[in-house]
């Protein structure tokens, strides 16, 4: 039986096919995930900010994009991925209002965006396809067995990159 | 450094916080009342302090469409706050304050548009009581308004929040049967010592 495992705001979880990975309405959050296709080992990180060196309230590496991935592929790892096979897909970072206060907060989903792309082509893992930006919340529901990224929006078909 | 931290936060901040809440939610209650001309009731208003990961469920889950009016703050205080209320709840006023039914899933321009004033005078009232009780000066910008999935709506706030810690601050108010109404009020940190300053603490 496969089950469907539940990403929360600022949280991470890998698993072995066939189980699925899901998180629920990304804003300006980003959702990556990267999957392993020889072992189908996944994971699915849901990131809020771009950079832990940026605040000083760090301790919840999940919460950030560098850190978020970082330790996505380590957990992924440790279930017998291999980083060199690894390849990512992502969404999010939307714009959710029009206007945003405090000029940190400017744009704050294209810099998440930004981060995630920079950490992913650091650690040398290739980005295949992504959905970001926009103005729209999105669901996410990635199946590692066939590297399948399923993304909902409100009334928008649903689609798979 | 602030005072405050949002991750241990003490009994009597909160209480604090709470009573700000309850104020605040008291008087855009009264303002809606006016506006729709008719008697509105209140429920004694929740202040919750939630992990990122709960915030969602909060709301009936991640994926429950809901109406977000958000205004940027400035002035003594910074930051922001967002006024939500479940979509049909947000079909409902706009019906008694236009005088007639809302049709369809979309929200007509028009319709938008009167929903942004609701959101609009509800969230200036609560933040005229906060600067009337704590003598600072709080300017809101226009509203801006979001109808999509409560989880995509709240990463606004909870980001904001998540520069400070890994909790959510927020005020929950049930206005009248089934309309429940949340106030998210995101103060940069020194603005919170500023409001408690303000009150003596």
């Not at chain 1, 392993?36 to 809020?48: E, F, K, N, Q």
């Not at chain 2, 709240?154 to 309309?179: C, H, N, R, W």
Request: charged share 20%; proline share 4%; net charge negative.
């Amino acid at each position: 039986m496969s089950e469907m495992l539940k990403v929360g705001m600022a949280d991470l979880k890998v698993c072995k096919s066939p189980d699925q990975l899901t998180t629920l309405g990304l804003g300006s959050c980003v959702g990556i995930a990267i999957r392993d296709p020889i072992t189908r080992i996944g994971g699915l990180a849901h990131v809020m900010l771009p950079s832990s060196k940026q605040i000083k309230n760090n301790s919840n590496i999940y919460k950030f994009a560098d850190t978020g991935i970082e330790e996505l592929v380590r957990q992924m790892e440790v279930l017998g991925a291999s980083r060199k096979r690894m390849v990512a897909k992502m969404a999010g970072g939307a714009q959710m209002f029009a206007f945003q206060n405090s000029s940190s907060m400017v744009r704050i989903g294209e810099q998440n965006v930004e981060a995630s792309k920079a950490k992913l082509a650091e650690l040398q893992i290739p980005l295949l396809a992504s959905e970001t930006g926009e103005n729209y919340g999105r669901t996410v529901i990635f199946t590692p067995e066939t590297g399948q990224f399923v993304i909902r929006a409100v009334g928008k078909p649903e689609r798979s990159i | 450094m602030a005072r405050i931290d949002l991750n241990d936060i003490n009994q009597e901040y909160f209480d604090v916080l709470r009573e700000l809440g309850n104020i605040g939610a008291g008087n855009a209650t009264t303002a809606l009342a006016q506006m729709l001309n008719c008697k509105v009731d209140m429920k004694v208003p929740q202040v919750r302090l939630l992990p990122f990961s709960e915030v969602g469920s909060v709301m009936g889950g991640e994926e429950q469409l809901m109406a977000g009016i958000y205004l940027a703050v400035e002035g003594d205080i910074k930051g922001s706050i967002l006024f939500l209320l479940n979509k049909e709840s947000a079909k409902s006023l706009i019906s008694k304050l236009m005088g007639m039914p809302v049709e369809g899933e979309e929200l007509s321009e028009m319709e938008q548009s009167a929903l942004k004033e609701i959101g609009n005078i509800i969230t200036a009232s609560y933040l005229n009581s906060l600067s009337t009780l704590t003598q600072l000066v709080i300017y809101p910008s226009v509203p801006f308004l979001s109808v999509d999935m409560a989880g995509a709506i709240l990463s606004v706030p909870a980001i904001e929040f998540g520069t400070m810690g890994d909790k959510l601050l927020m005020i929950q108010t049930q206005f009248y049967d089934g309309l429940d109404g949340f106030f998210i009020l995101v103060p940069e940190l020194d603005s919170y010592d500023k409001i408690l300053a303000s009150l003596g603490m």
